[in-house]
T-cell receptor
Framework: EAGVAQSPRYKIIEKRQSVAFWCNPISGHATLYWYQQILGQGPKLLIQFQNNGVVDDSQLPKDRFSAERLKGVDSTLKIQPAKLEDSAVYLC??????????????FGPGTRLTVL | SQQGEEDPQALSIQEGENATMNCSYKTSINNLQWYRQNSGRGLVHLILIRSNEREKHSGRLRVTLDTSKKSSSLLITASRAADTASYFCATDTGRRALTFGSGTRLQVQP
């Protein structure tokens, strides 16, 4: 079974520029997550999709971050304009909740963003 | 805010020794999961323990859960250099996405 795919793996931009990340989840997984992981910290949820609907975006800085999941499969996360503090690894994960309501997540390799 | 907090933040041991990491959390959970992250990579699911379980084994991994103390521990026996990574606990309330702790960085010296 193919894993979660993300691209690009690395991105370096100047502050105030825009950037977009792409994620392709595991086939059949209805739930997709975007996390931000700052160096030395655990992943912090940015947004959760169930199919193509948003379940939780309470921690997404909506003035600069946006995300969409067209047709309930692939997803893109955009930052516009980027700030220095956005430097982090952006992780995409997918999962499906089983009959016991268990949510085991499968992560992609992440995109390391550096904002100069 | 972080639901799970790991302890210690960093751990350095010799190959062959056991490594123990602890996780404390705040609210009731459906299950608790442990993930590993190698440097520069995504997280990999290791083991899941449900709220009605007290201990679980998987290979060289042993996880315990004490819901009365809201704590869990991960034991890696006979550690190897390849076990060097960061380990995160994640709590699942059954209603929201997993909440991850800040992790324990394990260094296994060959």
């Amino acid at each position: 079974e193919a894993g979660v795919a993300q691209s690009p793996r690395y991105k370096i931009i100047e502050k105030r520029q825009s950037v977009a990340f792409w994620c392709n989840p595991i086939s059949g997984h209805a739930t997709l997550y975007w996390y931000q992981q700052i160096l030395g910290q655990g992943p912090k949820l940015l947004i959760q999709f169930q199919n193509n609907g948003v379940v939780d975006d309470s921690q997404l800085p909506k003035d600069r971050f946006s995300a969409e999941r067209l047709k309930g499969v692939d997803s893109t996360l955009k930052i516009q304009p980027a700030k220095l503090e956005d430097s982090a690894v952006y992780l995409c994960a997918s999962s499906f909740r089983d009959y016991l309501f268990t949510d085991t997540q499968y992560f992609g390799p992440g995109t390391r963003l550096t904002v100069l | 805010s972080q639901q799970g907090e790991e302890d210690p933040q960093a751990l350095s041991i010799q190959e062959g020794e056991n490594a123990t990491m602890n996780c404390s959390y705040k609210t009731s959970i459906n299950n608790l999961q442990w993930y590993r992250q190698n440097s520069g990579r995504g997280l990999v699911h290791l083991i899941l323990i449900r709220s009605n379980e007290r201990e679980k084994h998987s290979g060289r991994l042993r996880v315990t859960l004490d819901t009365s103390k809201k704590s869990s521990s991960l034991l890696i026996t006979a550690s190897r250099a390849a076990d060097t990574a960061s380990y995160f606990c994640a709590t699942d309330t059954g209603r929201r996405a997993l909440t991850f702790g800040s992790g324990t960085r394990l260094q296994v010296q060959p």
